[in-house]
Each structure stands twice: as structure tokens, then as C-alpha cells.
């Protein structure tokens, strides 16, 4: 059984870890990052903590020492990017292709083969792929003019390709938008 004053402590640090995530989300404007991200990676062990204080993982004074640590470093680091501002933190211009893996395995084709020519065009123009089929631009509208136009011709000189995917997402500027059906207009 623990004792009041872990208790005590337990509910004093639930509270702060559930202000340190609201304090998070202000400093980041509230963005999606990465699942892969540091910064999606240190919200979630912030949830992570927050939740499981409530459980038996958290039962004794040296644990609430080391929640504490935690916790301090967590809120220098959370005023270290309120300090330094949203820029760097916006969320990326970026190109998600879902594939429709029965048309792929119906056409004897695997998803590597389709992303190559993508991955080979990325790499000429400094595009990322930071998670399978995830494309990353910089944030200038130029870049992803190149890469839509890029998509496009590639869809145009071979009809069949936009009918591998369930989707090809794009994210410009918080606007999300589906590029497939756009994509399948132009082979009518």
C-alpha cells in the first residue's frame, strides 16, 4: 500500500504533468509532428507519465524523485521552445502515398518498385523520406509545385500508376488535401 505521502505527491505531479502537455501544446501551436519526431517522442512520454501515475509503476518516494527529475527537465525544455518560438516547429510541407495493396499485388508489382522513380526524383531535389511512402519538402510553395508537377507527369506518361494508391495526401500550410481523385480526373 503507499503511503500518504506518495499519495500526496502522486496527485501534485498528475495535475503538473497534465499542465506540462497543456504548456507543450501552446509552445508548439498545437502541430502533429512525426510519429518518429523528437518532439511527437517527448509528448508522448509526457502523456505516458501522466497516465501512469495513477497506476502501481508508481508507488514510492524514490519514485517521485525521479518523476520529479522528469518533470524539471521537462518544463525547462518546454520554456526553452516557448523561448525560441514556433518557426522552427511548423508543421512540414509533406507527400503521403497510401497504397491500395490489392491493385499493387494484383499487378505483380511491389510497393518499392512504385516508390523508386519517387525516391529517385526526392533525392535529386533534397526531398526526405522520413517513414515509408512519407515525403518531407522544404516549406517553400516552389518545391511542392515541383514535386505535384513531378507526380502528375509521372501519372501521365504511366496511366496506371495513380491506380495503386488509396490516397496520396499533401499538407501545405495546414491545409490537408487528397491528391488521388485530382490525379484520376486528368487520365479522363
Not at 88 to 99: A, C, G, H, K, S
Request: proline share 4%; glycine share 4%; net charge negative.
Amino acid at each position: 500500500m503507499k503511503d500518504y505521502e506518495v499519495i500526496e505527491q502522486i496527485e501534485i505531479f498528475h495535475e503538473l504533468y497534465w499542465g506540462l502537455l497543456a504548456d507543450f501544446h501552446r509552445a508548439t501551436d498545437n502541430k502533429v509532428f512525426l510519429s518518429s519526431s523528437p518532439l511527437s517522442i517527448f509528448q508522448n512520454k509526457l502523456a505516458e507519465i501522466c497516465h501512469d501515475l495513477l497506476s502501481p509503476k508508481y508507488s514510492t518516494m524514490d519514485d517521485m524523485l525521479r518523476v520529479r527529475g522528469v518533470y524539471e527537465f521537462a518544463r525547462d525544455y518546454i520554456k526553452a521552445l516557448e523561448k525560441a518560438g514556433t518557426r522552427y516547429y511548423d508543421n512540414l510541407t509533406t507527400l503521403r502515398f497510401n497504397f491500395n495493396m490489392e491493385a499493387v499485388e494484383a499487378a505483380g508489382t511491389t510497393t518499392e518498385a512504385l516508390l523508386a522513380p519517387m525516391r529517385e526524383y526526392a533525392r535529386e531535389k533534397g526531398i526526405s523520406e522520413p517513414e515509408y511512402g512519407f515525403f518531407t519538402l522544404p516549406t517553400d510553395r516552389n518545391s511542392y509545385c515541383i514535386i505535384i508537377d513531378w507526380v502528375i507527369e509521372y501519372s501521365h506518361n504511366n496511366k496506371e500508376f495513380p491506380h495503386y494508391f488509396k490516397s496520396i495526401i499533401s499538407t501545405i500550410d495546414d491545409e490537408v488535401e487528397d491528391c488521388l481523385p485530382a490525379l484520376m480526373e486528368l487520365d479522363d
